[in-house]
């Protein structure tokens, strides 16, 4: 399934950026919601991610995760998401877009 076309100038409004995921909890009463804490380079960011189903907590942490950092905020389950995480939805488990390779947090995927 192909989705509608875009140019190059808008795509380049997407701010996509590599994180460092520090910390990963399950959110309270909730069976498909996990709480992470991901650096940024130089700015931590709390994101809400649909992952819970999937991933215990402990498999995230230390991951270089791909990041959409210019996403508007939003709340979810009375907690404040600043950013997407990336994943693919290729069969049953979403799958993390990560990085073969350490690099910066905060690092610009160009």
């Not at 994101?47 to 959409?68: D, F, H, N, S």
Request: with cysteine; net charge positive; proline share 5%.
């Amino acid at each position: 399934m192909h989705s509608e076309e875009i140019d190059i100038e808008y795509f380049r409004r997407v701010d996509l950026r590599v994180g460092y995921v520090k910390h990963a909890e399950r959110i309270p009463g909730s069976r498909k919601l996990l709480r992470l804490v991901v650096d940024l380079g130089g700015e931590e960011r709390q994101i809400i991610a649909g992952l819970a189903e999937w991933y215990e907590p402990t498999q995230l942490v230390g991951k270089y995760v791909v990041v959409v950092a210019n996403l508007k905020p939003r709340k979810i389950m009375g907690y404040e998401s600043k950013g997407m995480i990336l994943a693919t939805c290729d069969g049953e488990k979403p799958v993390l877009i990560t990085v073969a390779e350490a690099v910066k947090p905060g690092s610009k995927v160009c």
